[in-house]
């Protein structure tokens, strides 16, 4: 069992950056990859971007790259998502997902139907 717990969602202005962590339980956390979500109201959760277990390899839709950066530090068990330059409609509440254990060390998912443990979700909030 993996939990995962988010933070350092907020209520920024447009043009301005906020830095979410996700802390995960368990001592496998490199065993497994490892994605951010978003879901606005009335809208589906999308997918905002994704690591490889091992951080080599990350994946962005055309709507954040470029302004979004994903890491990940297997010492202390975190994944952080950077958001740069955001807009008002990057507004959502953001959650981050875990699939594994995974055997593929470089590979990542981006179909939320793949990952197995979320978080709770924080609120991201872009004014205009």
């Known amino acids: 069992q993996v939990q995962l717990v988010e933070s350092g969602g907020g209520l920024v202005q447009a043009g301005g950056s906020l830095r979410l962590s996700c802390v995960a339980s368990?001592?496998?956390?490199?065993?497994?990859?490892m994605g951010w979500f978003r879901q606005a109201p009335g809208k589906e959760r999308e997918f905002v971007a994704a690591?490889?277990?091992?951080?080599?390899?990350?994946y962005y839709p055309d709507s954040v790259k470029g302004r979004f950066t994903i890491s990940r530090d297997n010492a202390k068990n975190t994944v952080y998502l950077q958001m740069n330059s955001l807009k008002p409609e990057d507004t959502a509440v953001y959650y981050c997902?875990?699939?594994?254990?995974?055997?593929?060390?470089?590979?990542?998912?981006?179909?939320?139907?793949?990952?197995?443990?979320w978080g709770q979700g924080t609120q991201v909030t872009v004014s205009s």
């Open positions: 690591i490889s277990r091992n951080g080599g390899n990350t």
């Open positions: 368990g001592r496998t956390f490199s065993s497994y990859a």
């Open positions: 997902a875990a699939k594994g254990p995974y055997s593929r060390t470089n590979a990542y998912t981006t179909f939320k139907t793949e990952y197995n443990y």
